[in-house]
């Protein structure tokens, strides 16, 4: 793992369990050597451990990416991705993923229930049909006939965390309720799209062959409404890989991240020359400047270019990702903010 001096500052910082002064390392670029992945949040640290076992065989970023995916999906303290992700509002875990390789082939799987390992559900879209997205009952079927078990996803610990929200919730459904207040969704776990309520698993990994490809899965915001997408199984605003130029991932608020195509505008503006780090500095700044009351949540990008380097942006604090090649497979850094 190569650095500039910033960078350097805050692998030194991290590895002595200085996260904090290591938020400095906002201007430095972060160059991994090949092959590496990266992925959102400290649980991506884990999930950067799978994919490095793929990739330091040689394997394919394709495969890497989804063996390291699957790490946080079958976590059940990971109430954010995958089988004990919480629930929506009326109690059903809906997951969300998609994932895209080197060539622009990619499957998207939305509103998907029963199913603990969406993003394997993503790759069979890709890989088995001749589409690029399947949702809900469409989605369940086709995983069906595809052999993944159906099974009951949400665990005890979400169910008595959604027990607990929806007593005050103001808009669970009651009888005769009228005037349901649809604006607060994941209240009382913080900031929407924060370290309180995450979040989603974004990873990129860059394979011994010079080939990008990403992932990207989540049960989405807690508590929201049944049907909800956002953006992460949404292939160009989750998540977007053009193997000319690197790939990009997102975390937070999924609403924002659509609206503005995120993903895609991180690649295109690394496609004209910003580093990583800026192109995801302007992808967030766009987010602001439409809609400035989104400094009130959380949006973070990641993203590498093909040279291995690598930058991340949010709108707040907190935002975390995790670092892994030859040199060390366990780093994390925090992501640089606005606010
Ligand atoms: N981006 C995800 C969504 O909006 C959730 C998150 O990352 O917090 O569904």
Redesign the pocket.
Known sequence: MTMSRRGLIGASAVGAGLLASAARAGEGATTLSKPCVISTWDFGIAANQAAWAVLSKGGRALDAVEAGARIPEQDLKNH?VGRAGYPDRDGHVSL?ACIMDEQGNCGSVAALEHIAHPISVARRVMEKTPHVMLVGAGALQFALEQGFPREELLTDESRAAWEAWKKDAKYAPRANSENLDYRQTSGQLGTP?GAG????IGMLALDAAGNISGACT?S??AW?LRGR????PIIGA?LYVDNEVGGAT??????E?IRNVGSFLVVELMRQGRSPEEACKEAVARILKKKPAARDF?VGFLAINKRGEVGAWAIQKGFSYALCDAGKQDALLPGASFY
């Open positions: 954010s969300d799209g309520n995450h979040d989603t989540t989405g915001m929201k997408v956002g953006d992460s989750g997102s975390t937070g608020v999924g609403e991240v959380q």
